[in-house]
């Protein structure tokens, strides 16, 4: 069996449902309050107590949002509210992967905003940013506005772990062990083509002597 991680519920209803029924059994649990959790096949719900269920008790139920429906001997069912749920380790969000890059160089640049017109007063504000050069293991990423209020600041030579999410367009560089500045990322290149690499000696030796 799989492991499991419990996962509390929050106020906003899981959006993610199962219409269908599978078997599972009763466990009552009683402390400052009492629950029943209901065990299937590869997750297990917690719900507030809702109807005559016993411990060992075989049941089918099926869970939708926030609610649990247990299958009654005359084809109906019972609704319980769900408390708190299992959810199999293999559908939690993989920790994310980083790569290896260094701060080549910055550059400051100058934003002016103007807002208002028509029937209102033109108001207009300037601020500064600096835009960082990142290289990458294949790329060079060229990023601004790293954090709230532009709180990471690097500097040339500075080594770094990031990662990229082209979808949201940003760039987010790793501090403090499970921290990220999110960075705006403005483009990407390839880096500056390298001249060919010279022939070794030993083959410029071989070569002399034909």
């Known amino acids: 069996m799989r492991p499991l991680v419990l ?3 929050s106020a906003v209803a899981f959006a993610e449902t199962n219409p269908g029924y599978q078997e599972g059994t009763v466990t009552k649990q009683t402390g400052v309050a009492t629950w029943y959790e209901l065990s299937g096949a590869d997750r297990s719900v917690w719900v507030k107590p809702c109807g005559d ?3 060992g008790q075989a049941i089918e139920f099926r869970t939708v949002g926030d609610k649990a429906y247990i299958r009654r001997p ?4 019972s609704t319980c509210s769900i408390t708190m749920r299992s959810v199999p380790t293999d559908t939690i969000d993989a920790p994310p ?7 080549l160089a910055y550059t400051t640049r100058r934003d002016t905003n103007t807002s208002g017109g028509g029937h209102d007063s033109v108001s207009t504000w300037t601020r500064y940013a600096k835009v960082y050069e990142l290289r990458g293991p294949d790329l060079i990423y060229q990023v601004d506005y790293c954090g709230a209020f532009q709180a990471g600041q690097f500097s040339p030579g500075q080594l770094v772990e ?3 999410n082209d979808k949201e367009g940003r760039l987010y560089i790793r501090h403090d062990v499970k921290k990220e500045y999110s960075c705006q990322l403005e483009g990407k290149r390839l880096p500056d083509a390298t001249p060919p690499t ?3 000696s030993d ?6 002597g034909k």
Do not use: E, W
């Open 198 to 200: 010279s022939a070794s």
């Open 74 to 77: 005359d084809g109906g069912d």
């Open 162 to 164: 990031f990662r990229v």
């Open 7 to 9: 996962v509390l519920l």
């Open 203 to 208: 083959s410029v030796s071989a070569n002399a």
């Open 53 to 55: 269920l016993k411990t």
């Open 97 to 103: 992967t980083y790569q290896k890059g260094t701060i």
